[in-house]
């Protein structure tokens, strides 16, 4: 559902707050750092500004950011399923961020009962239109999720956040620009924010970094997997995680499913668009949470100005930004996934 009278959305957004019992608060399965900041984010600033811990559920599905557990009630946060969440707890209020349709929320096209109200803190481009599942959306198209949580809840609401918040804000903000270097819609208007995080709450990005910015030796072999997998197309690069190394190698080794994911996204900035001159790639995976199923997750990077590669994800089912996306393939092995990658290209 689409609202173009903010300030109208803004007194919807506090009446269902107002009238809630119990808010649920979550983000998509396997919540990377920006959803993962953002729903914590909207869970601090209720408690900061008067909500009871009681009335409060946050809970993130399949969340494997052990990096990250230096952030304020960071162990508060609920693992199981989201169905789960929402039959146990029973709220009245959800609020979701990071993405804007259900199934991103919940498996096999489960849906919470329609009397219960729903909240969506969103950015990704295309989103935030008629497509929205949920009661309101709020979705700028801005640099993250957490840059949308910022502007509806502290900047157009006016709740009080502190330190610990401001730093959850900031280190999604951080994550989702890729250290600022992802193109954004305003850029200005996102290091502003960051000037404000920053400056009114006497943050150091340099120290917020290097909490989370150790490697294991399981995100060096993950390293090493990537690197030895180089493939060069007509312009752009690819590399992938053998099924091989997934038996051999991350089961053997039993290597964490944090430390493959933070290895892969690492690898991804570091070295998909710059490689003999090749402007844009992809990296294809499976998922360690699905690893019985045949399928394979796809990230998609682009240069500034060269590609867009959500209109190539959205060829496979997937989408996201011009420089950043990504989507599910179904092969039986990793080199049909590929070869139905280089079909769409």
């Known amino acids: ?42 869970y601090n600033i209720l408690l900061n500004n008067g909500f009871a811990k ?7 599905e399949g ?36 993405g804007s349709q259900w199934h991103r929320f919940f498996h096999d096209d489960w849906r919470p009962d329609e009397s ?4 969506g803190l969103d950015h990704h481009q295309g989103a935030g239109n008629e497509s929205s599942e949920f009661d309101l959306e709020y979705n700028r198209g801005i640099s993250s999720a ?14 009080e956040i502190d330190q610990n918040i401001a730093e959850i804000l900031l280190y999604g903000i951080i994550a989702d620009t890729g250290r600022f270097k992802y193109p954004m819609k305003d850029f200005r208007q996102t ?3 960051v000037s404000d995080l920053v400056v009114d709450y006497d943050l150091t990005i340099e120290k917020l970094l290097s909490r989370i910015s150790g490697r294991s030796m399981g995100e060096i072999r993950v390293y090493q997997e990537l690197l030895s997998n180089i493939k060069l197309g007509v312009d752009y690069t690819y590399s992938y995680v053998s099924d091989e190394f997934i038996d051999n190698v991350v089961k053997a080794e039993q290597i964490e499913y944090e430390d493959y994911e933070k290895a892969v996204s690492g690898w991804i900035n570091e070295y998909l668009t ?8 992809f990296v294809v995976k499976k998922g360690l949470n699905n690893l019985n199923e045949k399928a394979y997750k796809v ?26 996306s990504g989507c599910e393939v179904k092969a039986e092995d990793v080199w049909a996934a590929i070869g139905k990658i280089e079909e769409v290209i």
């Open 116 to 119: 219960i109200k729903s909240v």
């Open 146 to 159: 957490c840059e949308e949580v910022y502007k509806v809840m502290v900047q157009d609401m006016e709740f």
């Open 274 to 281: 710059s490689v003999e001159g090749n402007k844009w790639g």
């Open 191 to 193: 290091m502003e924010v």
């Open 54 to 60: 009681e009335q409060l559920c946050i809970n993130l």
């Open 299 to 324: 990230s998609f990077r682009s240069s500034v100005g060269y590609k867009d590669v959500s209109e190539v994800a959205a060829k496979l089912g997937g989408g996201g930004h011009m420089q950043a």
């Open 1 to 42: 559902m689409l609202f173009f009278n903010i300030m109208l959305t803004m007194t919807q957004f506090e009446d269902y707050l107002n009238s809630a019992r119990k808010i649920l608060i979550t983000s998509h399965i396997g919540a990377d750092p920006d959803a993962l900041c953002s729903a914590l984010a909207v």
């Open 63 to 98: 969340l494997s950011l052990r990096d990250y557990s230096i952030l304020h009630r960071y162990d508060d946060i609920g693992t199981g399923s989201n169905r789960d969440a929402v039959e146990k707890f029973n709220p009245d209020l959800i609020i979701v961020t990071d």
